[in-house]
């Protein structure tokens, strides 16, 4: 696969995934920017077997090290005032449902770090099990435990807003 072609076409779900482990728009560009230039500088596409699985993985090593330099033990929780728009003059369905994108956003930053990313994958991106273990490399059994206690840690946190199925 080309680059421009896996460019095209993995920039947005990255960019989306990244936006949803660190919460915070400015900080996902840059990073996701970091991702398909660390992709671009291997040059090492030929061998990829799975371009999806290559690309999310360069994009949650980043977001890992992002922290893991910042030294921050906890996750920070997504309250930056200026990502809040003043909107007037827009469907109330819209209203209603940036509202709920800022409270999933919320409740996910409570979430440990593979709790949330287990999240991204199997609810947001519905992602199937195998895919999520060959990016994360973990088993199945380990996926569905940690997927099932992060479902009942965010069912405390949204107050049953959103449910396992």
């Known amino acids: 696969m080309d680059f421009d ?3 095209s076409e993995q920039f947005q779900p990255t960019y989306v995934f990244i936006r949803y482990m660190v919460g915070h728009a400015e900080l996902a560009e840059d990073l996701t920017q970091e991702t398909f230039y660390r992709i671009y500088k291997a040059k090492n596409l030929e061998r ?3 371009s999806t699985v ?3 993985q360069v994009a949650r090593n980043l977001v890992y090290d992002y922290y ?3 030294a921050l033990i906890k996750w920070l929780p997504f309250t ?3 990502e ?10 819209w209203l ?3 509202e709920q994108r800022k409270v999933l956003f919320e409740a996910l930053q409570q979430l440990k770090p593979l709790q949330r990313e287990i999240i991204i994958y199997r609810k947001i991106e519905e992602r199937s099990i195998e895919e999520t273990c060959t990016i994360l490399g973990l088993t199945a059994l380990k996926v569905v ?6 479902m009942k840690k965010l069912e405390q946190l949204l107050g049953g807003v959103y449910d396992e199925a």
């Open 5 to 7: 072609k896996l460019y």
């Open 48 to 50: 990829v077997t799975n």
């Open 54 to 56: 290559y690309v999310r």
């Open 68 to 70: 893991r330099k910042k």
């Open 80 to 82: 930056a005032s200026h």
């Open 84 to 93: 809040q728009h003043e909107v007037t003059y827009v469907p109330e369905d």
């Open 96 to 98: 209603l449902q940036q």
């Open 145 to 150: 435990n940690t997927q099932r206690s992060a």
